[in-house]
């Protein structure tokens, strides 16, 4: 049985103009998110971590006045003065911190953000899963945001503190949702094994899964398995992982780091298959997630209004069966997927 909210099946991520890897000028910004209106996109998703709050800030007032969209944001890291002598405060995730080590020495020399942000480093990120933590950041936010609400809240990266995540995190924002104060809970990650625990062991109505199911890889189909036999809906962000798949011709990275030449060459077969069924690669990797019954929504971000013009095309054009047929046949796609 389906439970909690209605999504859209496509969301505009707030990393990019939150500053993710170069700086995106304010108006740009806006501009972007004014585009994804323009072109249906009725469901935001930000974070604190993106920009040390300055997506928020941008998504907020861009959204001021407006209705009939949905607002997510995260929980799980406080913003708080520097107070450490190098900048570093905590450590990003696993998927990140690959990143976050090859900015390091140039972010420390600059005082910018280390975590792949191009910000002054003035703040630093403080985990906090407590009771107390999650209210605070939930508050904190919707300061940021300047809005009264938000609609889903997610736990944020919970790599290093699950168990604590599962017994006070998730409490916390049930109650909120029991109190009305969000409409639904869920996680946010980019491995699956972490959210399979919360689907099984709470009553999270979202899952929000980066990069586990795309073209490239499929790792996160027990998840979604376990999510359509309870009901937990299912948005798909990171659909070109982090970069890999934005382009017809593969370049760029992959979670976060160079992407290997391997994989690289495994776009690129998937590119030559895509031609000939007249369908770009980064069409079919926003196509790929919402074949799946678990997936509602893909949340794709984009850091300039043309990215956003571009990508509304791609996934207005339907994509033949055929393709699908083809690419399984060689071996990209789980017999399942």
Known sequence: MERGIDLPRHGFGGAPIGNLYDAVAGE?????????????????????????????????????????????TKVGRLLRPKTSGDGRGEQPPPAEARLAEARSAEARAGGRDEQGFDVPAELERVWDFSPDGVRTSLAESLARLGL????????????????QAIAEAYPALAELRAE??????????????????????????????????????????PLLEECVRRGVKVLAAGVFNSGILATHEPSGTYDYAPAPAELLEKAKRIARICDRHGVTLPQAAMAFPLRHPAVTTIVVGARAPEEVVRNAGLWSRPVPEELWEDLRAAGFLTTDS
């Open 28 to 72: 740009t910004a806006r501009a972007t998110i004014d585009a994804a209106w323009e072109n249906g996109v009725r469901l935001y998703d930000t974070a604190p971590h993106y920009g040390l709050g300055l997506s928020e800030r941008r998504m907020g007032a861009a959204l001021a006045g407006r209705s009939g969209y949905l607002l997510s």
């Open 148 to 163: 009264p609400a938000v609609d889903i809240a997610f736990i944020h990266d919970p790599d290093d503190h699950v168990d």
């Open 180 to 221: 009305g104060q969000v409409r639904a809970v869920g996680v946010g990650m980019n491995q699956w094994q972490a959210p399979l625990r919360f689907v099984q062991e709470t009553d999270v109505d979202v899952v929000m899964l980066a990069g586990r199911y795309t073209l490239l890889d499929q790792s996160g189909l």
